[in-house]
T-cell receptor, first 113, second 112 residues
Framework: DVKVTQSSRYLVKRTGEKVFLECVQD?????MFWYRQDPGLGLRLIYF???????EKGDIPEGYSVSREKKERFSLILESASTNQTSMYLC????????????FGDGTRLSIL | QQQVKQSPQSLIVQKGGISIINCAYE??????FPWYQQFPGKGPALLIA?????SEKKEGRFTISFNKSAKQFSLHIMDSQPGDSATYFC???????????FGTGTRLTVIP
């Protein structure tokens, strides 16, 4: 079974802090994704990566950056956290084969005070 | 701009009833339409998916109906059970595209 592990289930940070969310997958997938999930807005793509050191902006990249130094690990960085970044963050991975499903972690609920 | 529009936002169904969730899209380049199911405290997981060359796909109690001309697709859950209570997301993507466009989600509650 594919396992996508997000390092924290809950995280509380202060405005202006630099925040790191970590995600690790164990299936050697080429593609990894970061989403945020908000009530009534569904899942919105922040960034995705199709290879080590490669990244592409999603629909809402402002205020975020990402890092993929190793194939199995994809990090989401909030450069200077703001209260409007309080949300559920979901990481996913997917193989390069066409039409394979995305496999999601269980999410990190981030609160910015 | 929402690429995939999903309704209703929430749905309450009696046990044994039929749950129906609808989605619509505009981009005719979309050619893959998965549905994801999310239980509280968990990430979404693929439930069932369809391509536009078929009008219906059934897996157990779950059926996707697809209407290419209307650019609409829907999920039907027959004989709904309390264990089906979850949030359901429709999604769409195009050929060669890496990312999925998700609907806003439907919270389904099946009451005994």
């Amino acid at each position: 079974d594919v396992k996508v592990t997000q390092s924290s289930r809950y995280l509380v940070k202060r405005t202006g802090e630099k925040v790191f969310l970590e995600c690790v997958q164990d299936m050697d997938h080429e593609n990894m994704f970061w989403y945020r999930q908000d009530p009534g807005l569904g899942l919105r793509l922040i960034y995705f990566s199709y290879d080590v050191k490669m990244k592409e902006k999603g629909d809402i990249p402002e205020g975020y950056s990402v890092s993929r130094e190793k194939k199995e690990r994809f990090s989401l960085i909030l450069e200077s956290a703001s209260t409007n970044q309080t949300s559920m963050y979901l990481c996913a991975s997917r193989s390069d084969s066409l039409r394979q499903p995305q496999h999601f972690g269980d999410g990190t609920r981030l609160s910015i005070l | 701009q929402q690429q995939v529009k999903q309704s209703p936002q929430s749905l309450i169904v009696q046990k044994g009833g039929i749950s129906i969730i609808n989605c619509a899209y505009e981009n005719t380049a979309f050619d893959y339409f998965p549905w994801y199911q999310q239980f509280p405290g968990k990430g979404p997981a693929l439930l069932i998916a369809i391509r536009p060359d078929v009008s219906e796909k059934k897996e157990g109690r779950f059926t996707i109906s697809f209407n290419k001309s209307a650019k609409q697709f829907s999920l039907h859950i027959m004989d709904s059970q309390p264990g089906d209570s979850a949030t359901y997301f429709c999604a769409a993507s195009g050929t060669g595209a890496n990312n999925l466009f998700f609907g806003t989600g439907t919270r389904l509650t099946v009451i005994p």
